[in-house]
């Protein structure tokens, strides 16, 4: 499952690491070339949620390899279309290819992981991997014909639909054992509140996404290879964070693992976008840190607030808040070509700590199948 989750999130990460290319081969616009962001964003945020429905009613696991197939084939032929608008709707396409795959995952992979925390620290480290690995393979991909080359992008695609059948195949019944099986009341206002949290987590992330390639190659004077190793930095931090949250979550308790990564957030996007020079790669991976900590956190408290719609928590939590991020790219393009890159990056400073306000308070959900009784007391200092 883990493997299969990085092929098809290479396909996340690839958008942003060909938005240089766009810029540079066809002469897009910040605005324009982050509005191919946007198009592998909005309908895949449309639709996620539905697909969440759809799952927590009847068994999809075919939906599995499809969207790992779908994803790869809107990105590989994003470079070789001939027009922006038929750019804008292969990446779509793929977005929504995106979205089949993440909520049917989610579910399984928690059955499979029984509810363990690192288990599904594994399974999103899997995602985060193939999100560090896109702006290498990008990289390597363009380095041999630029984005003609683009069709050479499909082949993790093919790779991931094969892992994700045999994943399938393998896990079997312990899938169909695990639908509606949990037991407890749904928490619309704390799963609300949540969510509204992980839109700021996604804005940041989006952005940051889309621009620090571009923005570091400014602030350092380098080349193609400087942005991309700020992306790579960006993604492969947070590779590492995520199997860190799962550990550090069944040590000091979910809620609070949250919390404090949104405070480290606040500070590392400060020092990456005023902090001149090369140290700007150190709070790059401090940002990663702080963003991609409480990832796999994000899931599963959603999961837990809502254990009759596992599907449905899957959807918003991996799926809907992530990909609202990308709305959000065009307004910051629009400004950067009305200023500058470092203007437009300024009000992601702002937004986690926006998040971490929403989390004071929230309680720490019950397990899969605990009682009510074993929730954590909201005036327990841990709690705020």
């Known amino acids: ?62 939906l599995l390899p499809l969207g790992a197939l779908t994803a790869g084939a809107g990105v590989a032929l994003s470079g070789v279309t001939g027009s922006y608008a038929l750019t ?13 795959y993440h909520p049917e995952a989610a579910r399984v992979a928690r059955a499979v992981a029984q509810g363990r925390h690192t288990g599904m620290g594994w399974f999103s480290f899997g995602g985060n991997a193939g999100f560090a690995l896109a702006p290498l393979l990008v990289f390597a991909v363009m380095a041999t014909g630029g984005l003609r080359a683009s069709p050479l992008l499909v082949v993790p695609a093919l790779a991931g639909a094969a ?26 206002g704390s799963f609300l509140r949540l969510s509204g949290a992980v839109v700021c987590r996604s804005v940041v992330f989006v952005g940051l996404s889309t621009f620090v ?53 606040v500070l590392a996007v400060a020092g990456l976008v005023l902090v001149p020079g090369p140290p700007v790669y150190l709070f790059v991976a401090l940002t990663s840190a702080g963003l991609y900590v409480p990832f796999s956190l994000h899931i599963t408290l959603g999961q837990d607030l809502l254990p009759r719609r596992v599907g449905t928590a899957s959807g918003v939590t991996l799926g809907l808040t992530v990909s609202v991020g990308g709305l959000a790219a065009p ?54």
């Open 1 to 62: 499952m883990s493997l299969g989750h990085a092929c098809v999130d290479v396909y996340q990460g690839a958008v942003a690491a060909l938005v240089p290319y766009f810029v540079a081969e066809r002469a897009y616009s910040y605005a324009a070339a982050s509005g191919v962001v946007l198009a592998a964003s909005l309908l895949s945020s449309l639709v996620q949620p539905l697909f969440g429905v759809l799952t927590d009613r009847w068994e999809m696991p075919w």
């Open 88 to 100: 804008l709707a292969v990446v779509a396409v793929s977005g929504v290819g995106v979205a089949a």
């Open 163 to 188: 892992l994700c059948a045999a994943a399938v195949r393998s896990a079997g019944p312990g899938i169909r054992s695990s639908r509606g099986s949990a037991a407890g009341e749904d928490d619309w």
């Open 213 to 265: 390639s571009l923005y570091v190659r400014e602030r350092t004077g380098g080349g193609a290879a400087a942005g991309t190793a700020a992306l790579f930095v960006l993604y492969a931090g947070g590779a590492v964070g995520t199997l860190a949250g799962g550990r550090l979550a069944e040590r000091y308790g979910r809620m609070a693992v949250v919390r404090r990564s949104y405070a480290l957030t």
């Open 331 to 384: 307004a910051l393009g629009a400004l950067a070509d009305a200023t500058s890159l470092r203007t437009a990056l300024l009000p992601l400073i702002a937004l986690p700590a926006l998040g971490r306000l929403l989390l004071c308070g929230l309680r720490e959900p019950a397990p899969p199948g605990a009682p009510v009784s074993e929730r954590a007391d909201p005036h327990d200092p841990a709690a705020r």
